[in-house]
């Protein structure tokens, strides 16, 4: 077994920089990957801090000096209607051809290693051609944005100059206090007992399983409520919406009242406890993230057509947090 290296070799990567420095524009699709890989290239560590990184930046593999344009913002102002645009699909889009993909580039090799030139040749140049080539046809998409803008800087020009210092945001380690969640997670899983209990004893002392809407659906007709809906197996609808309404007809004090509400409660207790505390405990182990309690979340421009900022993790790529950082409750 070989174990391969990933990556092109030094000089090729000081070439392609000394010459994207040296132009006017570059283009680009999905920048902040490229950019990140150049900040990177050379070091073995990727935990090390900031400052420290930078006093050994002496490659020269410093994006902010840089003048790039992402084609992929260009191709997201032409139709927000398609979130996160990608290369292949916007050369279909706008160019009516596509290149071939990684996939089927590479065949049964593991990597571009395996590959001989002449096999990955064509895959490399298509995807540069098809970058330039809509560089140039949606080009008038950037224009038009900021064209469009009351202010000194239109839509296009900062969705394109946001995306270094994102990336750099992105880089940085947020540090998780494990300690805090630990204690969090005791107290939901206390709070969820609770609430089972109280609902049992409403229940003529029956346990039933809370999560289950077959099981809920039983014990709401066992007290005579009906949330106003069933679904396609007849089963009375319980989530947050038809209870909330159900609970117009009863008192605080009626069992029905209570059972509703202790049902919306171990909803709310359980997503609290699963997604926003022994979700990021996991995340933390440093058997799966080297960085041990420190977590990286990943930001997503050009998803929504408004332009603000959406953000989620991605099961395939263990770099950020699997976690959308922005629905975090209090």
Avoid at 25 to 51: C, H, S, T, W
Avoid at 77 to 97: H, I, M, Q, R
Avoid at 151 to 160: A, H, Q, V, W
Wanted: charge should be negative; proline fraction near 4%.
């Amino acid at each position: 077994y070989k174990k391969v290296k990933p990556g092109l070799g030094p000089e090729a990567v000081y070439m392609f920089y000394d010459k994207m420095v040296s132009c006017n524009i570059v283009l680009m699709f999905n920048a902040r990957f490229d950019m990140r890989v150049f900040e990177k290239y050379g070091f073995v560590q990727n935990n090390v801090p900031y400052d420290e990184r930078y006093k050994k930046l002496n490659n020269g593999l410093d994006m902010s000096k840089v003048k790039f344009m992402d084609v992929q913002v260009l191709a997201f102002l032409a139709d927000t209607n398609v979130p996160y645009p990608s290369l292949k699909k916007s050369e279909d889009y706008f160019l009516g051809w596509r290149g071939a993909s990684f996939e089927d580039t590479l065949g049964d090799a593991e990597n571009f290693y395996y590959l001989k030139p002449e096999e990955s040749v064509v895959y490399a140049a298509t995807d540069a051609l098809g970058t330039f080539l809509l560089g140039e046809v949606l080009s008038q998409f950037y224009k038009e944005a900021n064209e469009d803008s009351k202010g000194p800087y239109g839509s296009g020009y900062l969705d394109n100059t946001f995306l270094y210092p994102l990336m750099m945001m992105e880089e940085e380690l947020v540090n998780v206090d494990l300690d805090l969640l630990h204690s969090y997670s005791e107290y939901y899983t206390k709070e969820i007992n609770r609430v089972e209990q109280e609902s049992f004893a409403i229940n003529n002392n029956e346990a039933f399983n809370m999560g289950s809407p077959k099981q809920k659906s039983e014990v709401l007709k066992k007290l005579g409520i009906d949330t106003g809906e069933v679904n396609k197996r007849g089963e009375l609808k319980a989530d947050k919406l038809h209870l909330q309404k159900a609970l117009e007809n009863y008192s605080p004090e009626d069992c029905q009242y209570k059972m509703m509400k202790n049902i919306l409660d171990y909803a709310t207790l359980n997503k609290q406890k699963g997604t926003y505390v022994d979700n990021f405990i996991e995340m933390c182990n440093p058997t799966k993230n080297p960085y041990g309690n420190r977590l990286r979340f990943s930001y997503k421009t050009m998803v929504v057509p408004s332009g603000r900022l959406a953000a989620g993790g991605d099961k395939k790529n263990s770099y950020f947090a699997d976690s959308n950082i922005q629905n975090i409750t209090k």
